[in-house]
């Protein structure tokens, strides 16, 4: 059975604070740390019971309470013992003050753009119609690697309903050199 993921899109009115954050967290060292609470927080904004809690519409909680309320969650996901930078806090209490913390999936998803971009990382995903192996995994890594100039994180996923072949996917870019993508071409040209 094909695997399903979620895909975020980010939104333009996400971008500004995805570039606050990351250029705070840039300054103060703290990228993989920020990409962690980032990732926590985006999971918990996700979700559709936080949703209706911290939306906009809910008049029970003030903007200040729900910012704690996410701080939290995201302590209680990494450990009490692990503290949260203040300056996280803040970020989370401003978003809530202008009503955007729905705007976290986005966010990190942006972030994490911005971050590869700055350590030169290339964020890759291999979807195939059976298991990868090593050695082909090496070579498309190889492959990106010298096309792209820059380090490659391939991420391989199987797909049995692509039937044979393979699809990469690398930002908004896809190549697919799968037997389904090409099968849907040959249908869509006769079609037409």
Known sequence: MAETTTVVR????????????????????????????????????????????LGPWNPQLRGEQKADLVAGLCRDVRGAAEAIPETFVTFLKMLAEFHRLHLLPSIAVLFERFRAEAESVLHAELISAAAVTDAQRKRVTKALRIRFKRSVMLNCKTDPSLIAGAVIRIGDRVIDGSARGRLDKLATALSQ
């Open 10 to 53: 980010p939104t333009a009115a996400a971008r500004p604070y995805a570039r606050a954050a990351f250029e705070d967290a840039q300054a103060t060292q703290a990228l993989p740390l920020w990409s962690e609470l980032l990732q926590v927080t985006a999971a918990v904004a996700g979700d559709p019971t936080m949703q209706r809690l």
